[in-house]
């Protein structure tokens, strides 16, 4: 089988980034459709009184509606059908989960995460948690 | 003068509407209400509210929970004013103007801050006690601050100052939890309580609940305010988070029916079991026992009952039920600084966004450090009633929104609407004005002062950098 659509997730990160190439590149190939996206991580477990926490999360998300932009302008110089999504949510079940299951994906290009030991011990990997825990192909860039 | 109220226009907010869905039913919203609520005050305050109102605390803990319904029903109609999701500083500044906007800021810094160090006293009860059955000691002198026990010689909380650090650290680099592992905790917190009503309360002597309510509604003993009012003041802290049920109002199904259900659930679910296991703490132990144990009460229980072993289970699930507490009220504190740096109310400082890891992370660690001090330094006797205050008139405030609100704009959009306005935010009101007065007259000064504070910033830094521009120039 061929991959019909590709999911690239991005943070601003240069591994991401060198994942958004090889998204463009596969997709060109496999003339396959482009999914790119950005997703704040809203952290329901973190929610108290008063709704604080809500101006930060539109604030991230408002920045990066205009940050991912390049990336969209860039797929389409190169003549990709690509489709761009910011979302607010949990990071890791959006990408593992969500996102793949509602616009059915058949393949997840993500940058290793470049955190240290410590990092990963608190947050976890997010491209480890989408490598356990999606349905689809999952492609890790290094 | 006018600037002083000068708004925000609702137009800027709703420019980028956020792709919220619509997912969240009634069990959902009460589980999270359950989560946000227990955890917090039934495993720290009830020695206090216990020596404040002897047994009859149970209605003291009914009392704030009809406060908090009713508060809860006007900030959820507050909260789904604005179409978009933001805190109640962004909506009152859109509301009211500036200066209250500011004023309920302050105050929910003062909730934050307090609240977190609040915990973190607990935290450091539980923990030295975990680590005594381990048989390691830290030193008496170290273990909690000035004058918490009377004849008791403590100089310094360095577990609760410790913890505070640590979590102010992994704030700052960012944190991720699934969904799972807040439901872990969740289901941690419940299971911890009932298995501690499970075992104690065979043991309930019903002589030690007399006299039943030792200090009536409000009388004045060896200089402090006790009775069942004052208590409820104090214990009003167990109850703080549950309106993070009421800013879900975009996200539930049906809000109108979900919203109030969700609300009188969680509260009425979380107020049975602290009715439950409050009746048991003062059936087991005379109430005057708890001064002994202010900072970890339900060891108290546990020590005359003689269950080592269960002591140690409610240890741990204290010490993880309260370990995320801490981080929800230090990361809401970093939250809410960035907000009104973002404005321009605060230096900007406060607001830079790390790039790397996406937080505020020097404000932070300005407000980790000020924290972790307060704990150390402060006892819990202090810390425990200007947490609360803050908070309540934040609920004033918000109560008072909602009935300006109706009368001045009818016409704007509302998510959902509380039912039985004017009353409801009117008894919300009283009864918020009412556990204010249960307060110590200190604890009202100590207010004052922090207020003056807040408005020495205010006119001196405040309203002269805020960002929004006055559209009639002045």
């Given at each position: 089988m061929?991959?019909?659509?590709?999911?690239?997730?991005?943070?601003?990160?240069?591994?991401a980034d060198r994942a958004f190439k090889v998204g463009c590149d596969l997709s060109k190939s496999l003339s396959?459709?482009?999914?790119?996206?950005?997703?704040?991580?809203?952290?329901?477990?973190?929610?108290?009184?008063?709704?604080?926490?809500?101006?930060?999360?539109?604030?991230?998300?408002?920045?990066?509606?205009?940050?991912?932009?390049?990336y969209v302008d860039q797929a389409q110089a190169q003549k990709l059908n690509v489709v761009s999504k910011v979302l607010v949510g949990n990071i890791k079940v959006i990408l593992a989960k969500e996102f793949p299951q509602e616009n059915q994906i058949d393949l997840i290009i993500l940058g290793n995460t470049g955190i240290n030991v410590v990092e990963k011990m608190i947050q976890g990997s997010h491209s480890g948690y989408v490598v356990r825990h999606s349905s689809c192909d999952v492609l890790i860039v290094k | 003068m006018s600037s002083l109220f000068r708004k925000k226009d609702i137009n800027d907010l709703v420019k980028h509407a956020s792709p919220l869905k619509r997912t969240l039913k009634t069990w959902d919203l009460t589980f999270l209400g359950i989560g946000a609520i227990i955890g917090t005050?039934?495993?720290?305050?009830?020695?206090?509210?216990?020596?404040?109102?002897?047994?009859?605390?149970?209605?003291?803990?009914?009392?704030?929970?009809?406060?908090?319904?009713?508060?809860?029903?006007?900030?959820?109609?507050?909260?789904?004013?604005?179409?978009?999701?933001?805190?109640?500083?962004?909506?009152?500044?859109?509301?009211?103007?500036?200066i209250i906007a500011f004023i309920i800021g302050w105050d929910l810094i003062l909730e934050y801050a307090l609240g977190a160090a609040t915990v973190s006293v607990g935290w450091s009860g539980y923990f030295v006690n975990l680590l005594s059955n381990m048989g390691i000691r830290i030193p008496t002198l170290l273990t909690a601050a000035i004058g918490t026990t009377p004849g008791v010689n403590t100089i310094f909380n360095l577990p609760a100052f410790l913890i505070i650090l640590v979590i102010t650290w992994i704030i700052s680099i960012g944190i991720t939890q699934t969904k799972r592992v807040n439901d872990t905790m969740v289901l941690v917190k419940l299971a911890v309580i009932v298995l501690f009503i499970?075992?104690?309360?065979?043991?309930?002597?019903?002589?030690?609940?007399?006299?039943f309510s030792p200090f009536g509604?409000?009388?004045?003993?060896?200089?402090?305010?006790?009775?069942?009012?004052?208590?409820?003041?104090?214990?009003?802290?167990?109850?703080?988070?549950?309106?993070?049920?009421?800013?879900?109002?975009?996200?539930?199904?049906?809000?109108?029916?979900?919203?109030?259900?969700?609300?009188?659930?969680?509260?009425?679910?979380?107020?049975?079991?602290?009715?439950?296991?409050?009746?048991?703490?003062?059936?087991?132990?005379?109430?005057?026992?708890?001064?002994?144990?202010l900072n970890a009460p339900i060891l108290a229980v546990l020590a005359k009952t003689g269950q080592t072993w269960l002591s140690i289970i409610v240890s741990v699930g204290a010490i993880l039920g309260m370990t995320t507490v801490i981080l929800v009220q230090l990361y809401g504190q970093s939250r809410i600084s960035y907000s009104m740096s973002r404005d321009g109310l605060f230096p900007k400082f406060f607001g830079q966004v790390d790039?790397?890891?996406?937080?505020?992370?020097?404000?932070?660690?300005?407000?980790?450090?000020?924290?972790?001090?307060?704990?150390?330094?402060?006892?819990?006797?202090?810390?425990?009633?200007?947490?609360?205050?803050?908070?309540?008139?934040?609920?004033i405030l918000v109560s008072a929104g909602v009935?300006?609100?109706?009368?001045?704009?009818?016409?704007?959009?509302?998510?959902?609407?509380?039912?039985?306005?004017?009353?409801?935010?009117?008894?919300?009101?009283?009864?918020?004005?009412?556990?204010?007065?249960?307060l110590n007259w200190e604890t009202w000064l100590r207010f004052v002062v922090w207020l003056a504070i807040g408005m020495a910033i205010y006119f001196g830094y405040g309203r002269r950098h805020a960002t929004i521009k006055d559209k009639k120039g002045e």
């Open positions: 061929t991959y019909k659509r590709i999911l690239v997730g991005l943070d601003g990160s240069e591994q396959a459709t482009l999914y790119i996206i950005w997703i704040v991580n809203r952290d329901r477990g973190m929610d108290s009184s008063f709704g604080v926490n809500e101006d930060f999360y539109r604030d991230l998300y408002n920045q990066i509606t205009q940050r991912i932009k390049p | 005050g039934i495993f720290v305050l009830t020695g206090k509210g216990a020596l404040t109102a002897g047994p009859a605390l149970a209605l003291s803990f009914f009392m704030a929970a009809i406060c908090c319904g009713f508060a809860g029903l006007c900030y959820a109609e507050f909260a789904s004013m604005a179409p978009v999701a933001g805190s109640a500083y962004t909506y009152s500044y859109i509301a009211f103007g500036e499970i075992c104690t309360i065979w043991f309930i002597k019903p002589q030690n609940w007399h006299p509604w409000y009388s004045y003993h060896n200089g402090t305010a006790s009775g069942i009012i004052p208590a409820a003041s104090i214990v009003f802290f167990s109850f703080i988070g549950f309106d993070a049920v009421s800013s879900s109002a975009e996200e539930t199904i049906n809000p109108s029916k979900t919203l109030p259900r969700g609300i009188l659930l969680s509260l009425l679910i979380s107020t049975i079991l602290y009715i439950i296991m409050t009746l048991t703490m003062t059936g087991v132990v005379k109430y005057t026992i708890f001064i002994k144990y790039q790397k890891h996406q937080t505020p992370f020097k404000g932070t660690w300005f407000f980790g450090i000020i924290t972790a001090l307060a704990s150390g330094f402060i006892n819990l006797n202090i810390l425990s009633e200007l947490v609360n205050i803050g908070t309540l008139t934040a609920f009935l300006l609100m109706r009368r001045t704009h009818p016409e704007i959009h509302r998510g959902f609407r509380a039912p039985g306005v004017p009353i409801t935010p009117i008894i919300a009101i009283i009864f918020c004005i009412t556990l204010i007065a249960g």
